[in-house]
């Protein structure tokens, strides 16, 4: 059985202030997604999916022949305004992506089996993926027709440069997935401690689970997203801001009962991009792995001499 992986890189960077999909990281100039696609071939997977605007494309595709060549098997999505259900269109004003749900639903043609869902610009460890491939083989051998979802601890996630959002997730005694708690502005003021949607002070400690948006899923979850994403634009068609986030989507699943999805711990710490100032963190988390000879010094050669 073929897993695929499917790389969210269709955002604006907003906070960041330029694109940092492709931002050179590593020592030969990888970008992360490269680590990415790196842990995930080791762990199994067999397919990378890239969603990127049209506009990006030949910048990925390049980026990709040079690092990887023939060696993996590199496909493109599209996430792009118009692509709706019948009846709706775009807002004249919007020029944002409509979300990470809607990006899901952009390979909706392209996978054909189990696959994982990920953001281009965060570093999981290779730990992530194996547990999500571990998660798929187990789960077809048993029959168990839930998702999954990788979950870190809160504190590995948080950046010294500024608030960040998280998704807090509240687990059952088997280890599904309850509901998600979205708790924005974290950070540690003495004692750590962010802001409810609804506005509201909320403590935390630390120890919680979060979701960094790394998802494991079968085709089902399309037919899922379909739907919600038509009853989302009746409420939101013409908000240019409003998101169709994949987290709150697969939290209404939860909730009705529709979807059951398992939580797989993970004590690694997470590393990504929010802030330009964080690429010097990314940068040095990077060359500690690579010294400790978790990675190769320069991917592209690994690929091009992979047998």
Sequence with gaps: MGFSLVI???GLSTRYGRPKQLEPVGP???????????DARLAGFSKIILVVRPEQEGAFRDHAHRVFGDR??????????WDLPAGFAPPTARHKPWGTGHAVLAVRKLVDGPFAICNADDFYGASAYSALTDFFRNAVSSGDPSFAMVGFTLRNTLSSLGGVSRGICRCDNDGFLQRIVEVREIHENSGLSGV??????YVLTGD????MNLWGFRRRVFARLDR?????????????????LLSDAIGEQ?????????????????IG????????????????????????????????NER
Excluded: C
């Excluded at 030969?28 to 790196?38: H, K, N, Q, V």
């Design 196 to 201: 409810s949607l609804s506005g509201d002070p």
């Design 28 to 38: 030969s100039g990888e970008a992360l997604l490269d680590y990415t696609i790196y």
């Design 273 to 304: 991009m929010t802030f330009e100032g964080d690429r010097e963190r990314v940068e040095s988390h990077i060359r500690l792995l690579v010294a400790e000879g978790r990675y190769p010094v320069d991917l592209a050669d690994w690929f091009r």
């Design 72 to 81: 993996v098997k590199v496909a493109f999505a599209h996430q792009e305004l």
């Design 254 to 270: 939860v909730s009705r009962g529709e979807s059951r999805v398992r939580v797989l711990p993970r004590r690694d710490p997470w």
């Design 208 to 211: 919680e689970l979060t979701s």
């Design 228 to 244: 919600q994403f038509e009853l989302f634009l009746n409420l939101y068609e013409t908000d240019p801001e409003a998101e169709f």
């Design 8 to 10: 969210l890189a269709a």
